[in-house]
């Protein structure tokens, strides 16, 4: 069965090669998120732009916390 969809996140596709640090993501999860939360709602295009971003930071966000706690994802 194929999808009839591309998925935000395809982890073949998206993985990253580099862990930012800690700080470093954590500033760049709340650049993001600022930026984002001025998108409008009522935009399609900016929605799933926001949608991407957020996601992107979220997952960097989380890898520097397995990396900071030693942990592989």
Do not use: C, W
């Not at 395809?10 to 650049?31: C, I, K, M, N, S």
């Amino acid at each position: 069965m194929s999808a009839s969809y591309n998925p935000l996140h395809t982890p073949e596709r998206d993985a990253h090669g580099f862990v930012p640090p800690l700080q470093v993501a954590v500033d760049r999860a709340r650049e993001v998120l600022d930026e984002k939360g001025r998108a409008n709602i009522h935009d399609k295009d900016a929605m799933i732009r926001a949608a991407y971003g957020l996601h992107y930071v979220l997952v960097d966000l989380l890898a520097a916390l397995d990396a900071e706690r030693g942990e592989q994802a």
